[in-house]
């Protein structure tokens, strides 16, 4: 069974710095197209950062030069770099990862997400 989990979340003063991470694990033949998310409380949750199979940045919302997606394909991870964080930035993130269950089979996942808040 496939399990994708967010962690790193936390609280950072306003200025600061954060790297959440989102792991997947299990048994699966391929990762591919992974995305971040944020919902903050009472509203939609919209897309933040994307990368493509090919780890080509394809989409990015929050102005670039303060959040980077990456990931480390060796260790089925994929991160989101937060810097000069703003309280509007407060968020649970999600991270939405395609995932080639068997070969030829592609499926769609959700982690459970991680909480991010900015505060002083």
């Known amino acids: 069974q496939v399990q994708v989990v967010e962690s790193g979340g936390d609280l950072v003063q306003p ?3 954060l790297n959440i991470s989102c792991v997947v694990s299990g048994s699966f ?3 591919g197209a992974v995305a971040w998310y944020r919902q903050a409380l009472g509203k939609q949750r919209d897309l933040v950062a994307a990368l493509g ?3 080509t940045t394809d989409f990015i919302t ?3 030069g303060r959040f980077t997606i990456f990931r480390d394909s ?3 991870t994929v991160y989101l770099e937060m810097n000069n964080l703003r309280p509007e930035d407060t968020a ?3 991270c939405n990862i395609q995932i080639q269950e068997h070969l030829g089979n592609w ?3 959700w ?3 991680t909480q991010v808040t900015v505060s002083s």
Do not use: D
Request: proline share 4%.
């Open 62 to 64: 929050v102005p670039k």
């Open 15 to 17: 200025g600061g710095s």
């Open 29 to 31: 033949v391929s990762l």
């Open 107 to 109: 499926a769609n996942y």
């Open 92 to 94: 649970v993130y999600y």
């Open 111 to 113: 982690g459970q997400g």
């Open 53 to 55: 199979s090919r780890e």
């Open 74 to 76: 060796a260790k089925n």
